[in-house]
């Protein structure tokens, strides 16, 4: 009996353990930049690496200058910090326009 009720309790934590880390969708394009800057959703860098792999993906591009990632980074996050209601995906095409990130 010690034992069944010892299994059962093992079964019981992988299953709530599986369930703590069922996985969460973001739309992407609806993140603001008060989120972006507030950390809301994760960490803004991982963020502008995705946007960064999406728009080069647009464009084919498959180099990535860490030097220019870093400075548009930086240019999106001041943006967003007078521009909080804009999205962050509209903050880039008003900060970076034809380069989308593309560094």
């Known amino acids: 009996m010690i034992i069944k009720?010892?299994?059962?309790?093992v079964a019981l934590a992988a299953l709530m353990i599986s369930a703590a880390q069922a996985q969460v969708t973001i739309d992407v394009s609806?993140?603001?930049c008060e989120q972006f800057r507030n950390?809301?959703?994760t960490d803004?860098?991982?963020i502008a690496t995705w946007l960064s792999g999406y728009y080069n993906g647009r464009r084919n591009?498959?180099?990535?200058?860490a030097q220019g990632f870093?400075?548009?980074l930086e240019r999106l996050k001041d943006y967003c910090?007078?521009?909080?209601t804009v999205t962050?995906?509209?903050a880039i095409e008003a900060t970076l326009g034809n380069e989308n990130s593309g560094k």
């Open 5 to 9: 009720a010892g299994t059962f309790s």
């Open 30 to 32: 609806k993140i603001t």
């Open 39 to 41: 950390y809301a959703i």
């Open 44 to 46: 803004p860098s991982n």
């Open 61 to 65: 591009n498959t180099i990535i200058e």
């Open 70 to 72: 870093k400075h548009n």
């Open 81 to 84: 910090i007078t521009n909080r």
């Open 88 to 90: 962050v995906m509209q």
